[in-house]
C-alpha cells in the first residue's frame, strides 16, 4: 500500500506543478494582450526652424540713379575728350537711369531675377537706352550686393546694341530703403570707320542713387 500511495503523491504532485505553470502562461498571455491594446502616444508636434524659411519669396527692386562715364574709343573726337589724341578717352554725357527689378529664392542668401533699366542722357545729344538683363542679388543685414549681366538697346539717336556687365552695393539707412552705387561696363557697336567696318565702344560708367525694395511674402 505504501508503494501505491508514493505513486499516487507523485502523481497529485506532477499534476499540480503542471496547473501552475498553466496559470503563469496564461497570466503572461493577459499582460501582453494588454499592453498591446494600450493607445499609442501622441506624437510631439513639430517644431519649426527658427531660421526656416517657406518657398514662394519674392522681391521687387526699383532703382534711380544718376552718372556718367569714359569712352574709350573716341574716333568723332566728342566734345568732351580727356586727352589730346582723336583716340583719347573722353567723358560720355551725363544721364539718369531708372530701373524695376525681381528676384526669387532664400531671402537669407543669395536669389536670382530679372531687370529693366532705361537710361536718359541729360546733356548733349538726347540718347535713350534700354537694358533688359539677368539680375543676381544677395542681402545680409543693412548691406547688400547684386549683379547684371544684358545687353543694352539704343534707342536714339542712332540704333545699335552692345553687351553690358554691372557690379554694385547697397547700404540700407531705412529697412527697404538705401544708397546704391554701381559701375558698369558696356561695349557698343557702332558706324565703321576706314580702319574697321564695325567700330566697337567700350564704356565704363559710374552712378549713384537711391534703391528701394517691397517684398512679397509666401
Known sequence: MSAVRKRQAALLFAAVVAASSYTSLARADENDGAESQEPDAPASPKKDEPFATKPGYAQVIA???????LRFNNPYRLSTPLGGDAE?????????????AMTLG??????????????????????????????GWWRRGALAAFGRAGVPLVLTPDP?????GALGGVFFFLGGIG?????VGDVFYGTGTREVATATYPVLSGQLGLLGTYEVLP
Do not use: K, W
Open 106 to 135: 532664400n531671402p537669407l542668401g543669395f536669389q536670382h531675377g530679372a531687370a529693366l533699366r532705361t537710361t536718359v542722357g541729360v546733356e548733349g545729344v538726347g540718347q535713350v537706352v534700354m537694358t533688359p538683363s539677368y539680375f
Open 179 to 183: 544708397v546704391v552705387a554701381e559701375v
Open 63 to 69: 532703382t534711380m540713379m544718376g552718372g556718367t562715364g
Open 160 to 164: 545699335t546694341v552692345g553687351l553690358e
Open 88 to 100: 583719347s578717352v573722353s567723358r560720355t554725357n551725363a544721364y539718369v537711369d531708372i530701373g524695376l
